[in-house]
């Protein structure tokens, strides 16, 4: 049966061994973030003294790296040729998740303004219709006004009235 693009491929046997990215990635950011730490330097710097210190004070038929230190300079590159790639690869982590972080900030900042312009223009129309409102004061001095009226009305005398 010939491969179809409409179905799922057949797991088979593979040449090339099978991981899981996720986990690989998980792994690669713990251990660089142990690579980043004091602690690790601290160990590091234990590790290269006491190194160094057995293959220069130790009697001649225990040491087994003299004094060039060829083997320390192997195993240090060693490990410093898998950490770059492994920081790396945490920092490709961390980028994506800040990607993805700054995409979901600009989506809530963009409906926090949707809202702002929104509660905005209902506070205009509230303003506009309140001034289309008559107030407290406002009812009040035309009540004042309407009371000096009729206490001059009945100040005045009245004009005999016309038959």
């Not at 008559?134 to 001059?152: G, V």
Request: hydrophobic share 40%; proline share 6%.
């Amino acid at each position: 049966m010939a491969d179809r693009l409409d179905q799922p491929r057949q797991p088979g046997l593979r040449l090339r061994p099978h991981y899981d990215p996720e986990a690989f990635g998980r792994l690669s950011e713990k251990i660089a973030r142990f690579l980043g730490t004091a602690r690790f330097l601290v160990y590091m710097t234990g590790f290269v003294a006491l190194w160094v210190l057995w293959n220069v004070f130790a009697p001649g038929s225990v040491r087994f790296d003299p004094y060039p230190f060829i083997f320390l300079t192997l195993i240090l590159s060693l490990q410093a040729s898998y950490a770059a790639p492994l920081i790396l690869l945490a920092q490709n982590r961390q980028d994506d998740r800040d990607r993805v972080q700054n995409e979901h900030d600009r989506r809530a900042a963009e409906r926090n303004q949707a809202d702002l312009e929104y509660l905005t223009r209902e506070i205009a129309a509230l303003r506009m219709a309140l001034g289309e409102v008559a107030t407290r004061d406002y009812i009040r001095s035309e009540l004042q006004r309407l009371q000096e009226d009729l206490q001059e009305d009945l100040q005045e005398p009245q004009a005999p009235a016309e038959r």
